[in-house]
């Protein structure tokens, strides 16, 4: 039997993030608070924040990615993620790990990113 390494069909690439937990728009906010240092635009609306999974006993944990492996800053970054989120009055405990699944792209970017970059 041969393994399959494809993703089962209808499986979103990007885990779902936990937007009906009371925490959620508080850690956007907060990674809202951390930008790349060579792009003037902030970490969550470039649309490298992937995933943002809250549990029951408020732990965070942040799936991200860079906009390229490469990135100066990749050592630094989740780092910045996790001091912006620990001060947030219910957090408990924060965990960001970098993934690289899927790739990042120009697509992820809001709108507001977009026309800030000069994009639309």
């Known amino acids: 039997m041969t393994e399959m390494t494809d993703p089962i069909e209808g ?8 937007t009906d937990h009371p925490l959620y728009d508080n850690v956007v906010e907060a990674c809202r608070t951390v930008y790349d240092p ?3 635009v902030n970490i969550y609306d470039l649309g490298l924040i992937y995933t943002i999974l809250i549990n029951e006993a408020n732990e965070v944990e942040v799936l991200m990615s860079l906009t390229a492996p490469g990135c100066p800053v990749a ?3 989740p780092g910045w ?17 970098l993934i690289w699944s899927p790739p990042w792209g120009m697509d992820m970017m809001s709108d507001e990113a977009r026309l800030e970059l000069g994009f639309m």
């Open 38 to 40: 060579e792009i003037p």
């Open 11 to 18: 499986t979103p690439l990007i885990t779902p993030s936990s």
């Open 81 to 97: 993620v996790a001091e912006a989120i620990e001060p947030l009055a219910g957090v408990k405990q924060v965990n960001v790990e």
């Open 75 to 77: 050592g630094e970054m």
